[in-house]
């Protein structure tokens, strides 16, 4: 199967070029190594680049829209029926990922370990999908800290009054003109 660019950016097939710009300028900035605190933000930045790279010119776009077209036509019903539970999630989600590595998780009173677990974070929740549902896994917790605290995060200085924070799995991060940067881990 042909790997689908417009699902990468959150579009149909049928979207315009203003719409393909808009989707890549969104998801480059969300997803930017350099800024972003994802888990798999290089990697999801890869993908999104490659996708708006094929998407944004006309030749490329014409000739990757023919061959999408003929190996979407090749997909069998059930193939196409546990798509469209993937994408049910994924517009659900303010963000999601997929952890390549051995997770271990407690559901239902039984250890399972996991690979290649795809996470989804949804408000302040993150959920994992398993035997095609959705699993609270846990919170995020946020509050504001009242007063001055001066941080140096990248060789650059800030002084923040009032700032915001989150605790997400014994890990503290600090929202700075809305991107979170992690100031402390559980390690």
């Not at 605190?37 to 490329?60: C, K, M, V, W």
């Not at 200085?157 to 605790?167: M, P, Q, T, V, W």
């Not at 799995?169 to 402390?184: A, C, D, S």
Request: charged residues 35%; aromatic residues 12%.
């Amino acid at each position: 199967m042909l790997w689908d660019y417009y699902k990468t950016l959150g579009l149909k097939i049928t979207a315009t070029d203003e719409d393909i710009k808009k989707a890549y300028r969104s998801l480059a900035k969300a997803y930017h190594p350099d800024t972003s605190t994802h888990p798999n933000a290089a990697e999801q930045f890869r993908l999104i680049t490659i996708a708006y790279e094929t998407l944004s010119g006309p030749d490329t776009k014409s000739e990757y829209d023919k061959k999408l077209k003929g190996s979407q036509e090749s997909y069998t019903k059930s193939e196409t029926h546990k798509e469209d539970k993937k994408d049910e999630y994924s517009l659900m989600a303010d963000y999601e990922f997929t952890v390549r590595e051995k997770e271990r998780f407690l559901i239902d009173g039984e250890e399972l370990v996991l690979k290649n677990t795809r996470h989804l974070l949804i408000k302040d929740t993150e959920y994992i999908v398993y035997n095609d549902g959705l699993i609270n896994i846990g919170g995020i917790h946020r509050f504001k800290n009242s007063g001055t605290e001066r941080y140096l995060i990248d060789g650059t200085e800030y002084i923040l009054e009032n700032a915001e924070h989150y605790y997400q799995k014994g890990e503290e991060f600090i929202l700075i003109n809305g991107i979170p940067y992690k100031i402390k881990s559980s390690d």
